[in-house]
Every structure is written in C-alpha cells, then in structure tokens.
Nanobody
Framework: QVQLVESGGGLVQPGGSLRLSCAAS???????MGWYRQAPGKQREFVAR???????YYADFVKGRFTISRDNAGNTVYLQMNSLKSDDTAAYYC????????????????WGQGTQVTVSS
C-alpha cells in the first residue's frame, strides 16, 4: 500500500523552471514511477516514467526539457522541468505501478492528488 503526495507546482514565466516532487508513504523499490498531466478540458496524458531498474521514457513533447529521477532511499520521485511553455500548464500527477525488475506489471497501481503548474504568457 503506497500513498503518493505531489508538491512543487506553482506559477512560472515562460522559459522558467520548476522541480516537482512525489513523496511516497512506503518503499518505491518495486514500482515503476511516472508523471502524467491534465490540462482543463483535456484528457490526462503521459509525461515520463522510470522503471525499477532505472530505464526512462519521455513523451515527445517534453524530450530535452524535462528530467525524471528517483531516490529509492528517500521514497521520492522528481520531475525537473526546464524551458517551460504555456502549453505545459496543467495539473501534474504522480503514478506508481508495481512491477518486476524486468518491468512486468504485478497488479497494484496508485495515483497522487496532483500539483498545479501554471506557465504565464
């Protein structure tokens, strides 16, 4: 059982940076961790994920700008966001899926409550 709490969102100017944090109540060692976002009136979309063994995958629209990382000892996942654009404005959600080391899902999935990122004009 894992509880996820996101933080670090806020209001930034275009071209600015933010670092989002996802703090878990328990160990994330056996979980693939990811970030998703949802803008008003739109569906939730994938942003980035990092596997148990550290393999990383990004959505095309954030490649070269965002970096996902994990701190297993601190039970925390981060999303460093640079060169922010107005289109990045959304609620950002942390996701955890229990997997094997080879990234095969073993069943449990969790979501955080979200943190708002607003990039002004």
């Amino acid at each position: 059982q894992v509880q996820l709490v996101e933080s670090g969102g806020g209001l930034v100017q275009p071209g600015g940076s933010l670092r989002l944090s996802c703090a878990a109540s328990g160990s994330i060692f056996n979980y693939r961790m990811g970030w998703y976002r949802q803008a008003p009136g739109k569906q939730r979309e994938f942003v980035a994920r990092i596997s148990v063994r550290g393999s990383i995958y990004y959505a095309d629209f954030v490649k070269g700008r965002f970096t996902i990382s994990r701190d297993n000892a601190g039970n925390t996942v981060y999303l460093q966001m640079n060169s922010l654009k107005s289109d990045d404005t959304a609620a950002y959600y942390c996701n955890a899926i229990q997997t094997t080391p080879s990234d095969t899902r073993t069943g449990d999935e969790y979501w955080g409550q979200g943190t708002q990122v607003t990039v002004s004009s």
